[in-house]
């Protein structure tokens, strides 16, 4: 499976950005999606993630009410919908995939299988 995640850019705080991870392949409804973050000097942190079915989802308690993850399985994409953006939230963003059951979900890092490259996303204060 490949990743490509796109999305990423500076927006100021209180504003909105849609991340995509587009990936290849014909199963996508079988892989647990992520997205994971990590900012300057930071260590890479669980943001959150999505069942293969997208029945099941799990967010990081600093972003929750504010990031909604979807994934379309006709267009083998998972979608990060951030909003009420924070300085804080400044990081890069990757997203990754892990093949589970289609309700099975994970928040390990190193549970993952197959990571895209980050997409940088900047909150100005």
């Known amino acids: 499976v490949q990743l490509q995640a796109s999305g990423g850019g500076l927006v100021q705080a209180g504003g909105s950005l849609r991340l995509s991870c587009a990936a290849s392949g014909r199963t996508f409804s079988r892989y647990a999606m992520g997205w994971f973050r990590q900012a300057p000097g930071k260590e890479r942190e669980f943001v959150t993630a999505?069942?293969?079915?997208?029945?099941?989802?799990y967010y990081q308690d600093s972003v929750k009410g504010r990031f909604t993850i979807f994934k379309d399985n006709a267009k083998n994409t998972v979608y990060l919908q951030m909003n009420s953006l924070k300085p804080e939230d400044t990081a890069v963003y990757c997203c990754?995939?892990?093949?589970?059951?289609?309700?099975?979900?994970?928040?390990?890092?190193?549970?993952?299988?197959?990571w895209g490259q980050g997409t940088q996303v900047t909150v100005s204060s």
């Open positions: 999505i069942s293969g079915s997208g029945g099941n989802t």
């Open positions: 990754a995939a892990d093949r589970r059951s289609p309700w099975g979900i994970s928040i390990k890092e190193d549970e993952y299988e197959y």
